[in-house]
């Protein structure tokens, strides 16, 4: 009996730890969500990189194989012109350059633009659709 009132216990006390750990973590700072954008970034560039990388070796397993493929074939026939390299399509990705976006505080500080005096001129003159309609009754 004392050993499964010491289990409850001790299940007792691991729930409140674990509601404990289940509170609600306070929102991201600017500086935290920028620099998380920047790793979401650089994993997106890396991942293209990879890419390239993966294409280059292929385009080169593909030329070795055509080299020894003609090799094979001009060494059975009468050794005719070479079959050219096909073009590759691989895209190097370049240096990893990260330009943060404008930050918010910034846009929403700027006062608004002014609207545009046709385009204020053609909303009065537009008819509402519930008056147009009234009309073909």
Known sequence: MKKHLQK???????????????????????????KAAEAAAKTAWSGKVDGYLLCKAQDKTVAHYKSAKTDAKETKAAKGAKVPAAASTCVDPGPFVYTPAAPVAAAAAAPPAAPAPAAAASAATATPVAATSAKKS
């Open 8 to 34: 409850l216990v001790l299940a007792g006390i691991a729930l409140v730890m674990c509601t404990s750990v289940m509170a609600k973590l306070p929102a991201l700072s600017d500086e935290a969500k920028a």
